[in-house]
């Protein structure tokens, strides 16, 4: 791998890319290597000991796939919130028939990702 500047933002977001295929290729190695292990334990057969670096790459990346399920449901809920908020409003003021509710949430729910995806 080439020396990459600090101010190279293209090489090092193609560089960190490169970083999570390849430890994505790992885990499903690993998981790979735990589904033969255990039919390997069904039979009987004695395993060798694991290498504690491998199962603290594991670990370590385990985390980081619940803390981004984690930060997904918690911006799932800020959207939710979103709309409950304009909801709450709609009833107190109301502004659109019901039958355009529905446009309404869609409407607030596009904005909210469009606002996301400028910031």
Known sequence: MREISPSDERAKSEALKEYNERSEELLTIVAILAKQEESLRRLGVPLPEHDPTVDNFVMRAQLR???????????????????????????????????????????????????????
């Open 65 to 119: 796939n619940v803390e981004a399920e984690l930060e997904a449901e918690r911006k799932r809920c800020r959207e939710l919130e979103l709309n409950l908020s304009d909801i709450r409003r709609e009833c107190k003021k109301p502004f659109f028939v019901p039958s355009l509710f529905d446009a309404f949430l869609q409407i607030s729910q596009l904005t909210t990702a469009a606002t996301e995806h400028i910031s």
